[in-house]
């Protein structure tokens, strides 16, 4: 839901011109989305964050904040988030220092985190990047507390903040212990902007770095969360170019093969691609399916209906199923596409969405009202339904039939 509170944030301060929306809507955008903004609300004396937003206005597209609101102490500790943008901009420039002060700096830790998890990580990634495991950090953002309380955690977060509560533990008195695989992740540049891409902050993660290689030693769960953080910053290329076409997991090929279909750059060599996986044991069905798509969406009803014959699995599947009504509709035969629908309107939407218009078609209102009253049953919140089943409702009477 925050990408939409961003873009409501934005609107908000573009049309009253609201400080705090203003701000909430910069930081939100630098960790998430980028979200445009008009200029900076006009100041007045009495305004604690007076002195930020002119350096704000001077903040470079790949940066958290302009290189110099990191020297001005004052200004960094007036909000929370400014100091926490300021820690991710110290870490993206190098500056462990600046990060661990701003960590232990009151902004930070005398008010409510604006996210707690991935503060916890940058608090448990300086520690151990500086020998250090912070008296305060431990006290308010206690790691296990992290790994105890955050649902669906992902392992890599799991294994990194455990790792780190156990270094805290020792008050920083004994040397944090690796595994070698661990070893390699935490000493790796790929680190930091996984571990905050796993956190839910995309924006954030491709700022602290935007370039990162792809390696073979890479989780899987780490390098699928930079590459859908590189999608939603930089575009479905970019992903193509950071998965490699060898040495990647299979589900990271699917997925690679997804982003090289969504780019005309990138589209052919992605149906290339895909025709190497249809034989996987494992994503076969899924490659076949992605090649329908795309034939669907080129309009070759022929070609789409080949492959789909071609894969059994996926031919019996719902999804596939569909596939042949939409072939059928691109064929201009609409009864063959009824046919066809018939059998999937309780499992599928889209079948019964059709079934009504061809009801509305030969004005067999019961049948409207039945596929209808379906489709407000999956979809409670869309009125355009609510609106034609109450229509429908008295078409359907008795009364609408009876002559005057």
Known sequence: QKPLAITVWAD????????????????????????????????????????????????????????????????????????????????????????????????LTARPS???????????????????????????????????????????LKGF???????ANTKGEASPSFAPEAAQFFTS?????????????????????????????????AAYAYAQALKAEAGPAAVWAFIPETGATPSLEIFRAQCGLADTSTRKAALAFLSTLTTHPLVGTQASYLQVTAA????????????????????????????????????????LAESRYLPLANASPQAAEFLCLRAAEKADWLQVVHYLQMLVNVYPDRSDYRTALGEALKKASPASTTPA
């Open 161 to 167: 903040l455990t790792l780190s509560n156990d270094y």
């Open 296 to 335: 669907l969406e080129d309009k070759d009803p022929i070609a789409a209906e080949a492959i789909l014959l071609a894969t059994p699995t996926l031919s019996a599947s719902l999804e596939g199923q569909l596939a042949f009504a939409e072939c059928a509709l691109l064929q201009n035969n609409p009864d």
């Open 189 to 221: 540049e790929a680190c930091l902007p996984i571990l905050i891409a796993l956190a839910g902050l995309p924006a954030a993660a491709i700022r602290l770095n935007p370039h990162l290689a792809f390696s073979p030693t890479m989780h899987s769960e």
């Open 114 to 156: 604006i996210a707690p998890l991935s503060q916890a990580i940058l608090n448990a990634y300086v520690g151990l990047k500086i020998g250090q495991a912070f008296p305060l950090a431990r006290q308010l953002y206690p790691f296990k507390d992290t790994i105890d309380h955050t649902p669906n955690l992902p392992s890599t």
């Open 12 to 107: 908000g301060a573009n049309r009253t011109q609201d400080a705090s929306l203003w701000l909430k809507a910069y930081t939100w955008g630098r960790l998430i989305k980028n979200t445009p903004l008009a200029p900076l609300p006009t100041s007045t004396q009495d305004d604690p964050l007076k002195n930020i937003w002119p350096l704000l206005a001077h903040t470079p597209a790949d940066a958290f904040l302009p290189l110099s609101a990191l020297k001005d102490s004052p200004v960094l500790t007036e909000s929370p988030q400014i100091a926490f943008l300021g820690v991710l901009e110290a870490l993206r420039l190098n500056d462990l220092s600046t990060a661990a002060v701003l960590l232990q700096s009151p902004a």
